[in-house]
């Protein structure tokens, strides 16, 4: 259920103002939606204030959404989202920035503190969806689907032949860098395939299956990338990392595009040191980084039978995806009746 209804404020919210020029303007809050989402989110917000959003399937331009956000006090935003001082000055009346995203490097939390802003996320909604998705580009690679699935289709396709024989999970040592929420999802996952589950990141220290990252890379048959993107974490694995690795991994990358080198991925598929790579992030997709690529390298599109990418479907559950826009949508209904919002990350009270 969500928080807050059409209750009294909201009604004085929906007063007309009269401005200096005798035109009328609807006091009502303006929320402004970036992205499509399902129609309950909409009508969620509709009684808190005049909902502005995007019924299509591609990103406003840039030029579109700083008119649209010029006058908002509310925005709900997405990973394609970058909100930074540029934005923030186009939107001198903003109250909240709700991520509907777990991860927000695209954020600036530190800018829109300094302005007063609340900045909120969804942490909870995308880990299981996501650590889904992890296990499933991990078979598809390991076992060949994709290019099966072309021989299959392929004209005079006659049955078995002894082809495309892959890598299995059982009995594997499969390393998790980044331990998370989302990393321990993975290893929960990976139990049921009596994979040997073994993790690095700093906050396992106390975990019995934590390693140092050379001798996870060192020793692993498959390596699952969990870690968000912070500085520690940038090209984690990049050409040092990538020849750590024994030759003929699997790599499957899931947290964010730039904790690898894709550049170097490339390489290393190229020479044979990974058997494999499937990623559903890539470092074109980082817009806090200003250096990062435009696009995906076209070195690592070039070996469609040893790789698998998907477009960024993490959370694409239609339950999960409708729900974690209702969530955003909570955090700002909070904010605009004066309440700390669900989700916050910084404090601007």
Known sequence: MLVGGANVAAAQRREVAVDGAGHENSAMPKIVVTHWVHPEVVEALRPHGEVDANDGRESWAADELGRRVRDADAVVVFMPDR???????????????????????????????RRGVWVTIVEDLLTVPTADLALALLLALTRNV??????????????????????????????????????????????????????????????????????????SDHVV??????????????????????????LVNVGRGSVVDEGAVAAALATGRLAGYAADVFEFEDLSLPA???????????????????????????????????????????????RKPRGAVNDVR
């Open 146 to 219: 994709v290019p099966g699935d072309r021989r299959v289709r392929a004209p005079g396709y006659a049955g078995w032949r002894p082809v495309l024989y892959g890598s299995g999970l059982e009995g594997r040592r499969v390393g998790i860098v980044g331990y998370g929420r989302l990393g321990r999802a993975v290893a929960k996952r990976l139990a049921g395939f009596d994979a040997e589950v073994v993790v690095h990141d700093p906050a396992a220290a106390g975990d019995p299956r934590a390693l140092p990252l050379a001798e996870l890379l060192a020793t």
């Open 225 to 250: 990338l969990t870690a968000p993107l912070v500085p520690a974490t940038f090209h984690a694995l990049d050409a040092a990392g990538l020849a750590q690795m024994k030759p003929g991994v699997y």
């Open 83 to 113: 909100v930074d001082d540029a934005f923030l000055a186009a939107a001198p009346r903003l109250r909240i920035v709700a991520g509907a995203l777990k991860g927000f490097d695209n954020l600036d939390v530190a800018a829109c503190t």
């Open 292 to 338: 990062r690529p435009r696009a995906i390298p076209p070195a690592l599109l070039a070996f469609p039978d040893r790789t698998v990418f998907t477009p960024h479907l993490g959370s694409a559950v239609d339950d999960v995806r409708r729900e974690i826009a209702l969530s955003a949508a909570r955090s700002v209904i909070d904010a605009l009746d004066g």
